[in-house]
Structures are given as structure tokens and as C-alpha cells.
């Protein structure tokens, strides 16, 4: 197996952990909603993503629906998170607890985005 290819399984298993970890401990009603929520795993964010005014160096993103619209029809996608991994590693410094740190707290960033919280209400929950 490549380096690259044996780092992204490497940090791909820590941060599915973590995204287990992080799920397991909200408060049931949060945790049975976020648990809808598909998780994925990318290197860095794809040009076709970057041409929509996505940052090269992004943590993460959720796109589609949010909660309140899912039944709406408000969007074209279903909710889904993305995760970043080498940009994460990145931030982290190659450190591994910092980036099951990071990991957590974007899962929540981007979880906050499903349940309807901009980025001013995130800041106000440390989460920015």
C-alpha cells in the first residue's frame, strides 16, 4: 500500500472512531437526529467543491437539508457531513489526539449547520 493511501486509512480509522465517540455521548434526542446524518471521509475538498467557493484547506462541510427542512423539499441533496481528513491532519499538526480533537469538534460544527445554526450561533457555542 502506498504512504498517502496507508496515512488516509490511518487517520480515515481514527477519525471513525472519533465520529462514534462524539455521537454516543450527545443527549439522546440530539444524538437520534445526528445519527441521520451520513458521515463521510475525503482527503481535501475536490475542485468541482472548490469552484463552488469551498476553501482548499476546509475541515469540513455539511451539505443538503437541515432538519428543520428535510421534509420540504427545500433542497436537491439529503444532509450529509463531510469530513476532510488530510486537511484535519493538517490543522492538528500531525498530532493524533489534537486531530481526534479536531474531528470532534467539526463534527459538531457541521452537525450545528444541520440542526439550523449559522455560523454567528456557532461561534457563540465555541464551536466556530
Known sequence: MPPA???FKRL???AEAE???TLAALPRPL???????PVSYERKPSPEVQAEGIEEDTLGLFVGETFKDAYAGAHDLPAQVILYLDNLWDYANHDP???REEVHR???????HYLGLDEEDLAERELD
Open 31 to 37: 444524538r437520534e437526529k445526528a445519527r441521520a446524518v
Open 12 to 14: 480515515l480509522i481514527a
Open 97 to 99: 489526539e489534537f486531530f
Open 5 to 7: 493511501q496507508h496515512q
Open 106 to 112: 467539526t463534527l459538531l460544527h457541521e452537525l450545528g
Open 19 to 21: 465520529v462514534q465517540h
